[in-house]
């Protein structure tokens, strides 16, 4: 996540970081005015642990809900490693002594020229985030551990990663590049945008489409261990694809593995795949 030179991150650090009066959460809701209103919109966001939900709505700010709360829990890809006992590195004792939790939050917003970062970067702190933004923004979004990634009503271009969580998408035109590791992506579009392909790609878990009557598109399905279900009215068909450097000096050729189905005459290419889990794609009733 690339850092802007303003000097809105750090008054909002001190705002969010606060004394938070709750036992065992904080929550703050803010409301951030955009530098050039009607224009398009970048948002950057950037969490450890936690969720996140983006609504798109008709306006020209960004509200943003965050609530906070320690993390107890353990991770099971992790494990603790003892440091070595030497005589530089002596053990302290903690006898008499209590734990004190923070209950303050630790959350970054930066804004320039209707760039936005959003991060939250602390692995002891859990962060839900509710966020509105316009319609027309375009979004990029990686989640490492936690929750899901809920999307709603978003018209600009998804970026999209979750490495624990799944990803849920509806309501969008696209284009969409997203990606989980062991969980599901169950995406519906309105229409799809001509600008540029969209991807879905799960490792270990299932794709779930659903496509608006209206749309075009050149769908391609791929798995290497799961199966394809389709309510779509064309069939899918095995396609070969052939791709060469910029030199020309290089080709690969595969033969076979993807299959396509043109949906209202074809259009943009949206790929699926999936390398253990199934592939869905429905058509809206």
């Known amino acids: 996540m690339n850092k802007l ?14 004394s938070i009066q709750l036992a065992s959460a904080a929550e703050k809701n803010y ?11 970048s948002i950057d966001i950037e969490v450890y642990r936690g969720s996140i939900t983006l609504v798109g709505y008709k306006g020209d700010t960004i509200e943003i809900s965050a609530k906070t709360s320690p993390f107890s829990g353990k991770d099971n890809d992790l494990k603790k490693v003892k440091a070595p006992i030497s005589n530089n590195n002596p053990t302290r004792s903690n006898k008499g002594l209590k734990s004190v939790k923070s209950q303050s939050m630790r959350l970054e917003i930066e804004e320039d020229n209707n760039d936005v970062e959003i991060s ?18 375009s979004i990029e979004v ?13 018209s600009g271009g998804l970026e999209l990663e979750a490495y624990g969580g799944m990803i849920i998408a509806k309501n969008i035109l696209g284009p969409i590049v997203a990606e989980t590791a062991r969980t599901d992506i169950v995406v519906s ?13 799960s490792h270990m878990g299932n794709v779930d ?27 899918f068909v095995v396609i070969d694809e052939i791709k ?12 076979g593995g993807i299959m396509q189905a043109k ?18 794609i429905r058509k809206e009733k």
Do not use: C, W
Request: glycine share 10%; hydrophobic share 35%.
């Open 244 to 255: 060469k450097n910029k030199k020309g000096q290089k080709q690969k050729i595969m033969l």
């Open 209 to 235: 489409i659903t496509l608006a009557k209206k749309v075009a598109a050149n769908v391609n399905v791929q798995t290497y261990r799961g199966e394809i279900f389709s309510g779509l009215d064309k069939d």
């Open 31 to 41: 409301s951030l005015a955009l530098s050039k209103p009607g224009e398009p919109v």
């Open 5 to 18: 030179s303003t000097t809105l991150s750090l008054t909002l650090i001190a705002m969010l970081a606060g």
């Open 189 to 201: 579009f309105s229409n799809l945008a001509k600008t540029s392909p969209s991807s879905l790609t």
């Open 120 to 137: 939250s970067e602390f692995s002891n702190q859990h962060v839900d985030l509710v966020i509105k933004v316009p319609q027309r923004s």
């Open 142 to 154: 990686e989640l490492h551990k936690g929750g899901d990634i809920n999307i709603d009503g978003i």
């Open 263 to 280: 949906v209202n005459g074809g259009g943009q290419v949206l790929s699926l795949t999936s390398y253990s889990g199934n592939l869905y």
